[in-house]
């Protein structure tokens, strides 16, 4: 029997005020891909032992710079404990890459398969790695399942497809650049495709502009600055010649967040607070 699939957005985290931003708030913007009882994740945001441990997992520089609101209420786990769903519902994951504030929950979920590149992994294992990966995050115990180059192509862009339950149309398409197998994660629902792109961008008001200036964050993030400003000019292309056909957004852009929650009438399903997100302040 084909299981009905719905498809929700729940930020996994906050950070900021950070000023290259209006809204000075950086949701941690993730998917809850909901198939009859089973739950596949699109990233994670931090876990549980970033909340409660924040100094130790995250440092005192990254709290500091990234203004990372410290509540463990903000986390996969229990936002979705909040929702009823329980952590062995996850089945799947599929992640953007692995810095901290997306796959910094894997530990909490560790009963899933995790989807991602293999190029995401390969540079975790290099022995120089990124400041933003975290030993802890990938574990032996973690069932990893990753995705090399194929000769499938998506709306002119490479693309990986995924495996997933119930036929769930899903690949990864490789935009790397902030790091080195950054990709973002495509998928069907009802028919459209939306695009999540991670941090291929972070606003975008700033980033689609025809000369976009280069924000401090993502240039202080980037692992490649050529493969990032190559991936930001595939998406703008995207944007221009598919943008009816394809829903975009990424990771950090608080106003779009708050327009795939609120302005389309599909609040964040998972709020424990018990009132609305922080909303933007200009
Ligand atoms: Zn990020």
């Known amino acids: 029997?084909?299981?009905?699939?719905?498809?929700?957005?729940?930020?996994?985290?906050?950070?900021?005020?950070?000023?290259?931003?209006?809204?000075?708030?950086?949701?941690?913007?993730?998917?809850?891909?909901?198939?009859g009882d089973r739950v596949i994740l699109v990233d994670t945001g931090f876990g549980t032992r970033e909340m409660l441990e924040p100094n130790r997992y995250l440092g005192s520089d990254?709290?500091?710079?990234?203004?990372?609101?410290?509540?463990?209420?903000l986390t996969a786990?229990?936002?979705?404990?909040?929702?009823?769903i329980r952590a062995e519902q996850v089945t799947d994951i599929v992640l953007t890459h692995l810095d901290a504030d997306h796959a910094g929950g894997l530990h909490d979920f560790p009963g899933a398969t995790v989807h991602l590149s293999a190029e995401e992994l390969a540079a975790y294992d290099e022995p120089q790695s990124r400041g933003s990966y975290h030993p802890y995050q990938v574990s032996r115990q973690t069932n990893l399942t990753t995705y090399g180059p194929t000769d499938e192509?998506?709306?002119?862009?490479?693309?990986?497809?995924?495996?997933?339950?119930?036929?769930?149309?899903?690949?990864?398409?490789?935009?790397p650049g902030h790091s080195k197998g950054h990709c973002g994660v495509a998928y069907r629902e009802n028919g459209q495709w939306t695009l999540h792109a991670g941090d291929a961008y972070f606003d975008a008001r700033v980033n689609f502009l025809d000369t976009p200036p280069g924000l401090p964050l993502e240039i202080a993030m980037q692992a490649d600055p050529c493969e990032r400003v190559a991936s930001l000019s595939k998406l703008r292309e995207l944007r221009s010649r598919y943008g009816s056909e394809i829903a975009m957004f990424c990771a950090h852009d608080h106003q779009e967040y708050t327009g795939w929650t609120e302005g389309r009438g599909r609040t964040d399903p998972v709020d424990v607070f018990g009132r609305n997100l922080p909303q933007s302040s200009t």
Do not use: Y
Request: hydrophobic share 50%; with cysteine; aromatic share 4%.
């Open 1 to 35: 029997m084909v299981e009905r699939i719905s498809i929700e957005h729940a930020t996994f985290g906050l950070l900021g005020p950070l000023s290259h931003t209006p809204t000075r708030t950086m949701s941690v913007h993730c998917v809850i891909i909901l198939i």
């Open 77 to 84: 786990l229990h936002r979705l404990a909040a929702r009823g």
């Open 62 to 73: 990254a709290l500091l710079s990234l203004g990372i609101v410290v509540d463990v209420r």
């Open 153 to 175: 192509q998506w709306f002119g862009l490479p693309a990986r497809s995924l495996p997933l339950p119930q036929g769930l149309d899903a690949k990864l398409i490789p935009l």
